[in-house]
């Protein structure tokens, strides 16, 4: 999985280190989705982990809450 995330965030780091702002956005989509995916997994295992994270889970995102799963 790190690899498959580096291969798909690699060029997005490259353009937003030489300055490229459009590159944010993509980014931003990327590592919500991330956060989406490893919240679900997470609660799937037995962890509470909207608890720990609440500016995320309060950030409009669709990431895992109470009932939503």
Same mark, same amino acid.
């Given at each position: 999985?790190?690899? #498959?995330? +580096? /291969? ?5 780091? #490259? /353009?937003? &280190? @030489?300055? &490229?702002? &459009? ?12 956060? +989406?995916? =490893?919240?679900?997994? @997470?609660?799937?295992? =037995?962890?509470? @982990?909207? #608890? ?11 990431? #895992? /809450?109470?009932? /939503?799963?």
């Amino acid at each position: 999985m790190r690899r #498959a995330v +580096e /291969r798909e965030t690699g060029p997005w780091y #490259a /353009r937003k &280190d @030489a300055g &490229d702002n &459009d590159s944010l956005p993509p980014l931003r989509r990327i590592g919500f989705l991330l956060l +989406e995916l =490893g919240f679900t997994v @997470a609660e799937e295992g =037995g962890i509470v @982990a909207w #608890a720990s994270c609440p500016s995320v889970v309060g950030s409009g995102s669709s990431i #895992a /809450r109470p009932g /939503r799963l």
